[in-house]
């Protein structure tokens, strides 16, 4: 192995470099251009999740809003002139897709969803399933083990009707293959069976030869080829359809589910299910809705349907406006890139370059940076999209999780996706996770869409990067740029065997000759039908925060105490302070949302930590502060009884919450300050908000309202543990802004804790299970895992990458810092506690320590 010095990297990272790799780029005119032009809002953004939604350009949405602001949309169900308008409107959109898939209203029919889930539950609810009976088999359902979760779902349907289920494995299809035996006219099966396959896997981006849709409706493949009667297919496409063109009239499918944010990035909440007209003859509808009766009694049980497709099975109003704004993405599709061939040649040179780089960095000990999951080079258009999925890995061989590699990458605005990504069966494969892991996963408290990446040092997901036609070289440059930066031992080594291999190998990238229909069956699964397995991940031990000495009776004291009046605003210290029902007095009962209701946080906004809130408990207000600006006023209590006062509901860290805006004066400050439209809505008097921890983690303590932050009532950290990351930080030689670090109370101001405490051990507060301040007594909920936003100076709203950087290396990839506490107060006693800086702080140690 050979290797190359930092300098020869960066060489790497040109487009020159690039160029020499892929001679696909871009759409006859700059790239850099066009981001200017269409996508100004991700100027210093590298968005690589194109997967889960693409982006929409300007033009597209200004093309809308013209054509709504002049014309006049009606309901399609009326007759009048501007119903027409929307009828004909829609019919022409209808058009607009069949065409842009190769087919036509004589064999294909689009019935609009409000996604591909949707699409595919449709499918589900209506298929002719047929039970096992001694007249003769029953339908299978059948299914790639490589699916979305909803491809799946499908399962919960058929389970209830005694259908057959089979999960077929990716190499099955063509090794299993056999000439079906001969049916008798005694012997034929009428049973309707269906096969479900994604275009391109949503995990690794994976492309699967669209010939398999005529191998299974002809039963020459896999598991078709097994079972006598009728097969369907149904081609899951909404991966595959947003960087690659789609030909149905060379692989008829039956079924072709699509979402179509996936493609154009607006609308969402739409989507299609295109039915070969010939296989929705099949289908059973038992529910009605507005506009699919051609006729139908109240009295007696009499319902005819109407003929067309469409009208059977669009139940009620479509969304007709999203429909119309489809138009405009198209158009504007078109204008910008000139095909979807360009844009999969585009996107796959992306990917492809992306792959070369990434697969052959290794750290200083020669060992490999990432493990990606995939079957191929990247070598074959015609098998590969434009995804990138891995795990990258330190220099021993351990899994980093990909939890922290998220976190790190929003501090550099490089935008990721993460987890299994609703496809287990990939997840599974690739990650080499058993039925028991999974389970046993469940068990130790992981669930989909968490934040828990590893279990006893083993990944339980992974990293995806996608590209979309948007996409740039400067994308894939800082990406590769943030993992050499971020997670490699420097100093960097490049397997220089393995890049003059990728890079000589002649990838096939004649997409002008790109037959869709002759895709070539490629070897399936990974080489000898093994699967990759990746390195057991070896837990470093805590040696570096000792354990010991961890005393019940040990005693500390309450340095300070802080308020966050506005959620996500400055702090307020005060050296004594009332407890109410829902923490701290006052504590997070306000927040700033943006003008459709959503919270904004110093994730969005890190000016907010600028805004210094004032509590005057004498005049009864709230005063809103930031330099240069004349300070504004809203009342501590809000009366429902003011008709001005506009009631909403809001969501905070997914639970809903009922508020009341405060008006027009601070709306207008806010919006002035932070230069968008915005306002300021503070928490209902008598909404109560239960903590979302479970009631294992609240013990005796019953139902505990929160007031509007996101996971309990009071944050607790300790100078201890303070002081500990601090000298870390200051050990690191690569960090930014060293001289900031020096400033323990600068440090603390970035955890957003209530409660400071001091302390003689770091994280010793980690194994508490409950503390006495003062008289008052407290349970200790749990840890408080930390997010990019501690990365915030509070002082300045600069972003930096410390602490989050440094908090995991000297917790060992954990980033927990502080523990939450609970307090219950009565609420039918005229006592009110009160807590004292210099209040003496008694924890007590758990029996059962649970250790992250």
């Known amino acids: 192995m050979e290797t190359q010095s930092s300098q020869d990297f960066q060489d790497l990272c040109t487009f020159e470099s690039f160029n020499s790799f892929w001679h696909y780029y871009g759409?006859?005119?700059?790239?850099?251009?066009?981001?200017?032009?269409?996508?100004?809002?991700?100027?210093?953004?590298?968005?690589?999740?194109?997967?889960?939604?693409?982006?929409?350009?300007?033009?597209?949405?200004?093309?809308?809003?013209?054509?709504?602001?002049?014309?006049?949309?009606?309901?399609?169900?009326?007759?009048?002139?501007?119903?027409?308008?929307?009828?004909?409107?829609?019919?022409?959109?209808?058009?607009r897709i069949l065409e842009h898939f190769n087919t036509c209203p004589e064999e294909y029919s689009v019935i609009f969803t409000s996604g591909c889930t949707a699409a595919l539950k449709l499918v589900a609810d209506t298929f002719p399933w047929k039970a096992a009976s001694n007249e003769g088999p029953g339908s299978q359902f059948c299914y790639l083990t490589d699916n979305h979760t909803s491809v799946v779902g499908i399962r919960g349907v058929t389970a209830l009707q005694g259908v057959g289920t089979v999960s077929v494995l990716p190499h099955e299809v063509e090794r299993r293959a056999r000439t079906p035996p001969t049916q008798t006219n005694g012997e034929a099966c009428s049973a309707p069976h269906l096969f479900c396959y994604p275009a391109q896997s949503n995990?690794?981006?994976?492309?699967?030869?669209?010939?398999?849709?005529?191998?299974?409706?002809?039963?020459?493949?896999?598991?078709?080829?097994?079972?006598?009667?009728?097969?369907?297919?149904?081609?899951?496409?909404?991966?595959?359809?947003?960087?690659?063109p789609l030909d149905l009239s060379q692989c008829p499918a039956d079924f072709v589910p699509i979402s179509f944010y996936k493609m154009f990035g607006f609308p969402t909440g739409l989507g299609a299910l295109l039915v070969r007209n010939e296989a929705a003859e099949v289908l059973r509808k038992t529910y009605f809705g507005g506009g699919t009766a051609a006729a139908y009694l109240v009295a007696d049980n009499f319902f005819v349907p109407k003929p067309n497709v469409v009208s059977r099975f669009e139940d009620g109003t479509i969304s007709f406006l999203d429909i119309i704004s489809l138009h405009h993405g198209f158009e504007t599709l078109?204008?910008?890139?000139?095909?979807?061939?360009?844009?999969?040649?585009?996107?796959?040179?992306?990917?492809?370059?992306?792959?070369?780089?990434?697969?052959?960095?290794?750290?200083?000990?020669?060992?490999?940076?990432?493990?990606i999951h995939c079957d191929n080079d990247f070598q074959n258009i015609a098998e590969q999209g434009a995804i990138l999925n891995f795990n990258l890995l330190d220099c021993h061989g351990r899994t980093v999780g990909y939890s922290q590699v998220d976190?790190?990458?929003?501090?550099?605005?490089?935008?990721?996706?993460?987890?299994?990504?609703?496809?287990?069966?990939?997840?599974?494969?690739?990650?080499?996770?058993?039925?028991?892991?999974?389970?046993?996963?469940?068990?130790?408290?992981?669930?989909?869409?968490?934040?828990i990446d590893l279990i006893?040092?083993?990944?339980?997901?992974?990293?995806?990067?996608?590209?979309?036609?948007?996409?740039?070289?400067?994308?894939?440059?800082?990406?590769?740029?943030?993992?050499?930066?971020?997670?490699?031992?420097?100093?960097l080594i490049l397997d220089q065997k393995r890049l003059n291999k990728l890079k000589s190998a002649e990838p096939m990238e004649s997409a002008a000759s790109y037959d869709l229909a002759s895709i070539p069956n490629g070897q399936l699964g990974h080489e000898n039908g093994q699967t990759l397995t990746p390195p057991e991940r070896i837990t470093p031990s805590e040696d570096t925060v000792s354990k010991e000495g961890k005393n019940n009776g040990s005693s500390h004291t309450l340095t300070n105490l802080f308020i966050y009046p506005v959620k996500s605003c400055a702090s307020v210290e005060v050296t004594e302070w009332p407890l109410g029902l829902q923490g701290l007095l006052y504590d997070r009962l306000w927040?700033?949302?943006?003008?459709?209701?959503?919270?904004?946080?110093?994730?969005?906004?890190?000016?907010?930590?600028?805004?210094?809130?004032?509590?005057?408990?004498?005049?009864?207000t709230l005063q809103l502060q930031v330099s240069g600006m004349e300070p504004v006023t809203v009342p501590l209590e809000t009366s429902l009884a003011n008709s001005d006062l506009r009631t909403s509901q809001s969501k905070v860290c997914g639970d809903r919450v009922q508020t009341v805006d405060c008006g027009e004066e601070v709306s207008t400050w806010l919006s002035g300050f932070l230069e968008k439209p915005?306002?300021?809505?503070?928490?209902?008097?008598?909404?109560?908000?239960?903590?979302?921890?479970?009631?294992?983690?609240?013990?005796?303590?019953?139902?505990?309202?929160?007031?509007?932050?996101?996971?309990?009532?009071?944050?607790?950290?300790?100078?201890?543990?303070?002081?500990?990351?601090?000298?870390h930080i200051a050990n690191r030689h690569d960090s930014e802004n060293e001289g900031t670090w020096h400033d323990t109370e600068q440090l603390i101001q970035r955890f957003r804790a209530n409660l400071v405490i001091s302390g003689q051990e770091a994280f010793a507060e980690d194994d508490w299970s409950h503390l006495t301040v003062g008289d008052t007594q407290f349970q200790v909920i749990g840890r408080c895992g930390r997010c990019q936003m501690i990365g915030?100076?509070?002082?300045?709203?600069?972003?930096?990458?410390?602490?989050?950087?440094?908090?995991?290396?000297?917790?060992?990839?954990?980033?927990?810092?502080?523990v939450y506490l609970a307090h219950q107060s009565a609420r039918n006693t005229t006592a009110v506690p009160v807590l004292s800086v210099g209040a003496c702080v008694i924890p007590r140690i758990s029996e059962f320590t649970d250790k992250p």
């Open 407 to 451: 976190k790190m990458a929003s501090l550099f605005n490089i935008h990721i996706r993460t987890g299994c990504f609703c496809n287990t069966g990939a997840c599974q494969h690739y990650l080499a996770i058993s039925n028991q892991n999974v389970k046993s996963n469940l068990h130790a408290g992981h669930i989909c869409g968490d934040n």
């Open 678 to 727: 915005c306002r300021l809505i503070r928490q209902r008097p008598e909404f109560l908000r239960d903590m979302k921890f479970g009631p294992e983690k609240a013990g005796n303590f019953g139902p505990t309202a929160l007031s509007l932050v996101n996971e309990a009532q009071f944050l607790l950290i300790n100078r201890a543990s303070v002081s500990f990351l601090q000298k």
């Open 792 to 818: 915030v100076d509070q002082k300045s709203a600069s972003r930096t990458q410390e602490p989050l950087r440094s908090l995991s290396e000297c917790r060992s990839g954990k980033v927990t810092f502080g």
């Open 591 to 620: 927040m700033v949302v943006n003008e459709n209701g959503v919270c904004l946080s110093q994730k969005r906004e890190p000016k907010l930590c600028l805004i210094r809130p004032i509590i005057c408990l004498a005049s009864n």
């Open 203 to 244: 995990f690794s981006g994976r492309k699967y030869p669209l010939s398999y849709v005529k191998g299974i409706q002809s039963q020459q493949l896999y598991p078709a080829c097994e079972h006598r009667g009728r097969w369907f297919v149904l081609l899951d496409a909404a991966c595959f359809v947003s960087c690659s």
């Open 27 to 95: 759409y006859g005119v700059d790239q850099q251009e066009l981001i200017d032009r269409e996508f100004k809002r991700i100027k210093g953004v590298a968005y690589l999740d194109h997967a889960g939604t693409t982006l929409f350009p300007e033009s597209q949405i200004k093309g809308f809003y013209d054509d709504i602001s002049s014309n006049v949309y009606g309901n399609p169900h009326s007759h009048n002139p501007s119903s027409r308008l929307t009828h004909d409107t829609v019919e022409s959109v209808r058009y």
């Open 334 to 371: 078109q204008k910008l890139t000139g095909s979807m061939l360009n844009i999969q040649l585009h996107t796959f040179g992306l990917a492809r370059y992306t792959y070369i780089v990434l697969s052959c960095l290794s750290h200083s000990n020669g060992k490999p940076v990432a493990q």
């Open 456 to 491: 006893e040092g083993r990944p339980t997901g992974s990293i995806r990067v996608s590209f979309g036609y948007m996409s740039s070289f400067e994308d894939c440059q800082n990406f590769l740029r943030f993992v050499v930066n971020c997670f490699v031992d420097k100093p």
